[in-house]
T-cell receptor, first 112, second 113 residues
C-alpha cells in the first residue's frame, strides 16, 4: 500500500544532542510537510517542501532544519534539542499545496 | 479569535448513537475542508475532504459545509467504540497561499459499549 513512513517511531535524545527524524513516501506527492504536535494541541506546521523548493514558517526556530534529497525522502534535523522540543513530529504529503494531506504515524521525541 | 474553533470535548456517547462534530471558522476565503481522525499516539488519518459548500457521504460518515455560516460538521452514524478518537477539522484557502492547512484543536470522542 502507498503510504507515508516515519522512522523511528520513538526517539529519546539528550538535551543539546542533535537528532534526525526521517520520512519516506510512496505516494509520489510533490509536497512534504513537517509538523510538531504537543499534547492536546493541533499540529503546528514547521516547514514544507514543494519539490525542492523549501518553505519555512516564520515562527519556526532556527534550531529546526530540513532536507529533501529526493522526491521520496525528507528529514527533520533538530540541532540542539531543548526540553520544550519534546513532542510528536508528524510528516505529511500532498499532491499539491493546500490540498488533502496524508500523514505518517509520527515520531515521538523525548528529551532528557 | 482563532481562525478555527473546535470544542475540545470530551464528547461521550453510547454505542449506536449519531455523533455530531463541528467547527466554526472566521476566514471566508477557506475553500477546502477536511476531517481527520487521530487515535492516541498515532498520526492523523484523513476521513473526509470537501471543496466549497455542500454535503459528502462516505459510509457512516457525512461531512457538511455551510460557507454562509462559516460552519462545518461531521456526522457519524451508528457510532462504534472503535470510533473513539480525536477528530480534527482542517481547512485551507487562497489567503493561506494554498500552502498550509489551518487545524482546529480537535474534539475527543468517547463511544462506550
Amino acid at each position: 500500500d502507498a503510504m507515508v513512513i516515519q522512522n523511528p517511531r520513538y526517539q529519546v535524545t539528550q538535551f543539546g544532542k542533535p537528532v534526525t527524524l526521517s520520512c519516506s513516501q510512496t505516494l509520489n506527492h510533490n509536497v512534504m510537510y513537517w509538523y510538531q504536535q504537543k499534547s492536546s494541541q493541533a499540529p503546528k506546521l514547521l516547514f514544507h517542501y514543494y519539490d525542492k523548493d523549501f518553505n519555512n514558517e516564520a515562527d519556526t526556530p532556527d534550531n529546526f532544519q530540513s532536507r529533501r534529497p529526493n522526491t521520496s525522502f525528507c528529514f527533520l534535523d533538530i540541532r540542539s534539542p531543548g526540553l520544550g522540543d519534546a513532542a510528536m513530529y508528524l510528516c505529511a504529503t500532498s499532491r499539491d499545496r493546500g490540498r488533502d494531506q496524508y500523514f505518517g504515524a509520527g515520531t515521538r521525541l523525548s528529551v532528557l | 479569535q482563532k481562525e478555527v474553533e473546535q470544542d475540545p470535548g470530551p464528547l461521550s456517547v453510547p454505542e449506536g448513537a449519531i455523533v455530531s462534530l463541528n467547527c466554526t471558522y472566521s476566514n471566508s476565503a477557506f475553500q477546502y475542508f477536511m476531517w481527520y481522525r487521530q487515535y492516541s499516539r498515532k498520526g492523523p488519518e484523513l476521513l473526509m475532504y470537501t471543496y466549497s459548500s455542500g454535503n459528502k457521504e462516505d459510509g457512516r460518515f457525512t461531512a457538511q459545509v455551510d460557507k454562509s455560516s462559516k460552519y462545518i460538521s461531521l456526522f457519524i452514524r451508528d457510532s462504534q467504540p472503535s470510533d473513539s478518537a480525536t477528530y480534527l477539522c482542517a481547512m485551507s484557502g487562497m489567503n493561506t497561499g494554498f500552502q498550509k492547512l489551518v487545524f482546529g484543536t480537535g474534539t475527543r470522542l468517547l463511544v462506550s459499549p
